[in-house]
């Protein structure tokens, strides 16, 4: 089976743009969940999805949003970048909520100037 | 506050040397325990979790409740254990959730 893919791999934005990322999970995964990586705060939870829901949510500003569709890939926006948002996104599916291992995505670094 | 603490961010060993990377956690609860490594140019990955009991890679990890500790132990370790290690509860969720809080993170380095 393929991996998880994260698009685009690199972005480059600059203050007060949006952007939005994309990730596929396993095929047969249902579950997302997004994850930011800096060297700072190190790995923070951003949200999960399952079955197009939102299951949880981390404490991000309202800037930070996701969605999920019926095909169970998954989209996370961000509106009105800060210098502070860049990081290494990263995206985790599971099968079932519960079940199973979570798996990863190689991530999406995103830099804003 | 609930919290992951991995005191430690390098360790740095010789080849067969036993290696102890350190997890302390606070939750109320019964969090699931897992520890993910990510190897050079590689993805995060799962390395064990608690529920399982398995040794992967000739690692092991001791739950002690009392002490609130996860912490992930290999007697002999080998060059390619080289990477970095997060400790990552699982905190119960009503209604369920696979939210993971990661610990900071631990470097390990693995000299031959």
């Known amino acids: 089976k393929a991996g998880v893919t994260q698009t685009p791999r690199y972005l480059i934005k600059t203050r007060g743009q949006q952007v939005t990322l994309s990730c596929s999970p396993i095929s047969g995964h249902r579950s997302v969940s997004w994850y930011q990586q800096t060297p700072g705060q190190g790995l923070q939870f951003l949200f999960e999805y399952f079955s197009e829901t939102q299951r949880n949510k981390g404490n991000f500003p309202g800037r930070f949003s996701g969605r999920q569709f019926s095909n169970s890939r998954s989209e996370m926006n961000v509106s009105t970048l800060e210098l502070g948002d860049s990081a290494l996104y990263l995206c985790?599916?599971?099968?079932?909520?519960?079940?199973?291992?979570?798996?990863f995505g190689p991530g999406t670094r995103l830099t804003v100037l | 506050a609930q919290r992951v603490t991995q005191p430690e961010k390098l360790l740095s060993v010789f080849k067969g040397a036993p290696v102890e990377l350190k997890c302390n956690y606070s939750y109320s609860g019964s969090p699931e325990l897992f520890w993910y490594v990510q190897y050079s140019r590689q993805r995060l990955q799962l390395l064990l979790r608690h529920i399982s009991r398995e040794s992967i890679k000739g690692f092991t990890a001791d739950l002690n409740k009392g002490e609130t500790s996860f912490h992930l132990k290999k007697p002999f370790a080998q060059e390619e254990d080289s990477a970095m290690y997060y400790c990552?509860?699982?905190?119960?969720?009503?209604?369920?959730?696979?939210?993971?809080?990661f610990g900071k993170g631990m470097k390990l380095t693995v000299n031959p």
């Open positions: 985790a599916s599971v099968a079932l909520p519960g079940t199973d291992t979570q798996y």
């Open positions: 990552a509860p699982q905190p119960p969720v009503q209604g369920g959730s696979e939210k993971l809080v």
